[in-house]
């Protein structure tokens, strides 16, 4: 097992394969660097990909301080130096989406080549005119609230609708067996952390400044986020083109690898000029 110390001295699971053009991997909220496996073996046999674990999840360290997407972005960028990472790729699920929208709010995109984002808003609560975030434009301020005091309390209390709602299609028997795993797997002063640092982020003033080619990816079927959603973010970023995933959830990247490997392949091709 890789391990990278950040300069705030907190350890980052990480993982290398591959040679060639550079692609980035990054999680979402709650999951961790396995969330990709089933794509980084097939894109590893022709590229150099890293997936690793975000502060707080899978086998990073789970520190009191630094839960934020400002700190989860110096955390990238510390990562893609220590590997000296050129004209990467970096793809960004759902929370990964968010990290991907910080660190080019901090750090530019001097170090990217493209840019994927998975099934995620530029702004997760729904206030005003705004009714592009989180559910279809249904989720407010007092919601965002509500559900941290729950999340606080009890994160299985939160857990089991919430995961009822991202994928609906699972039985009771499976949707219990991964809530098991997803309790087991993750400290809820984490995840509380960062349910507070999307809510209140607000990236719409980020996106023209991501001006490298960039996907934007979102499942059909996602009951988090709508087409409109993805619409949006395309017509905000400079040179974005939207790809929807057939019959998908949120979990996209999950349930369709084979696509997720096509799309992310194409991204690095068509940047590249390769054939």
Not at 6 to 27: A, F, P
Not at 47 to 52: G, L, N
Not at 248 to 253: D, G, K, M, S
Request: some cysteine.
């Amino acid at each position: 097992m890789a391990f990278f110390e950040t300069s705030d001295g907190v350890k980052l699971y990480y993982q290398q394969q591959g040679e060639g053009n550079s692609i980035v991997l990054v999680h979402g909220w709650s999951a961790d660097h396995t969330a990709f496996d089933l794509s980084f073996d097939d894109l590893s046999k022709n590229y150099q990909v890293i997936s690793f674990d975000l502060r707080g999840h899978g086998s990073s360290d789970r520190p009191e301080k630094g839960l934020s997407l400002k700190r989860f972005a110096t955390d990238l960028e510390e990562l893609m130096e220590y590997l000296n990472l050129q004209d990467v790729t970096l793809v960004g699920h759902s929370m990964g989406g968010a990290t991907t929208f910080e660190y080019v709010r901090n750090f530019g995109v001097h170090r990217l080549k493209s840019v994927s984002i998975f099934d995620m808003t530029p702004k997760l609560v729904n206030e005003g005119e705004w009714n592009l975030g989180l559910y279809h434009g249904k989720y407010t301020r007092e919601d965002s609230l509500n559900d941290l005091t729950v999340i606080n309390e009890d994160f299985s209390e939160f857990a089991k609708p919430f995961f009822k709602i991202v994928v609906p299609y699972l039985t009771e028997d499976l949707l219990n067996e991964q809530l098991d795993l997803v309790v087991d797997n993750n400290t809820p002063h984490v995840l509380s952390a960062m349910w507070h640092a999307m809510a209140v982020s607000d990236f719409r003033d980020v996106l023209p400044n991501i001006t490298v080619p960039t996907q934007i990816v979102y499942g059909e079927k996602s009951t988090l986020y709508s087409k409109e959603t993805a619409a949006y973010l395309a017509s905000q970023i400079p040179h974005a083109k939207v790809v929807p995933f057939e019959n998908c959830t949120h979990l996209l990247v999950v349930e369709n690898p084979a696509k997720t490997t096509e799309v992310i392949e194409e991204m690095v091709k068509l940047t590249y000029n390769r054939k």
